[in-house]
């Protein structure tokens, strides 16, 4: 599953520079989570970093993406090879 963020955000800003796969974006009124980006944090640490540090605790996870851990670090490996190819295109 992905995460998302619920209408209990304060935005507080602490959530979106935690994410390490920039899923987490300012939406019209609260933060949101692009769920094609987020991977639980799967890849990067053993928890999600945005539920860690959220202080008012409205970070639950997406019913609506479901996704197994490996379906997760199958999404995490191509994110990393998407940065990787932009990265090595705007080298060149």
Not at 26 to 45: Q, S
Not at 46 to 71: G, L, Y
């Amino acid at each position: 599953m992905a995460l998302m963020i619920t209408d209990e955000c304060i935005n507080c800003d602490v959530c979106e520079p935690e994410c390490p796969n920039d899923a987490i974006y300012m939406g019209t009124e609260i933060y949101e989570i692009d769920p094609a980006k987020c991977t639980e944090c799967v890849g990067h640490f053993n928890e999600p970093q945005c539920q860690q540090i959220c202080p008012v605790e409205c970070i639950p996870f997406n019913p609506a993406w479901r996704e197994s851990k490996e379906q997760l670090q199958a999404k995490y490996e191509r994110l990393v090879a998407e940065a990787a190819d932009k990265a090595q295109a705007d080298a060149s």
